[in-house]
């Protein structure tokens, strides 16, 4: 049956359904971020957001990105789980292992909730060199590592200050919808973020 054989009401009844299937996908996400955003009374007493919102959240636009491990990832890669981002230009130094190590850290605090979160590196690393690629890699298995251009758009949609995101040392928060939703200091205590995404996983039931 072609489109044009589809009368009004079967397409309206069609699109009806398309819809509510949509809704009753993003709705857990939608809860957890009205606890955060909009009604933080809710929350049990004495709990607060510890990292830095992003308001409103911010979808992140389209990509298609080569990985070290020689496969390629795009937005899809965001879709479905939580996702912890880290962003680095340049040689990893002290500051990114570190960061990478927290976020490997934080994942695996999670417990029996895991396999909810994942972890996505953005790297400009046009002057770094074969052997230090193979190298973090190395040392961080499983850690999606994606490649980026200069002037990127995904990269810019990180952007939460003056910072160039590449430089800031931040890790970032992206929902299930890939909307960024949160930013974290360099130097933000693991304690602090666990919190926080204990209270997105508890509240929503994607990822």
């Not at 899809?76 to 990893?92: F, I, P």
């Not at 002057?127 to 040392?139: D, F, I, K, T, W």
């Not at 961080?140 to 040392?169: C, K, M, Y």
Request: proline share 8%; glycine share 6%; net charge neutral.
């Amino acid at each position: 049956m072609t489109t044009d054989t589809i009368d009004p009401p079967q397409r309206r009844r069609s699109r009806a359904s398309l819809l509510i299937v949509l809704g009753l996908f993003a709705a857990p996400v939608m809860i957890a971020w009205s606890l955060f955003y909009i009604f933080p009374q809710w929350m049990p007493s004495g709990t607060s957001n510890y990292g830095d919102l992003v308001e409103p959240a911010r979808p992140l636009p389209a990509f298609n990105l080569d990985t070290l491990s020689g496969d390629a990832v795009d937005q899809t890669y965001l879709r479905g789980k939580w996702n912890y981002v880290y962003l680095q230009e340049g040689d990893c130094d002290s500051v990114c292992v570190e960061q990478l190590y927290k976020v490997r850290q934080l994942r695996l605090a999670h417990g029996k909730d895991i396999d909810r979160i994942q972890r996505l590196m953005l790297w400009r690393a046009d002057a770094v060199s074969p052997g230090p690629r193979a190298e973090l890699q190395s040392h961080f298995p499983g850690q999606v590592i994606a490649l980026v251009p200069e002037n990127s758009a995904v990269v810019a949609a990180f952007s939460t200050d003056a910072a160039n995101p590449l430089r800031a040392g931040r890790i970032y928060l992206v929902d299930p919808l890939g909307n960024l939703m949160m930013s974290y200091q360099p130097d933000a205590e693991p304690r602090g973020i666990i919190k926080d995404m204990h209270r997105l996983l508890k509240y929503s039931g994607l990822g």
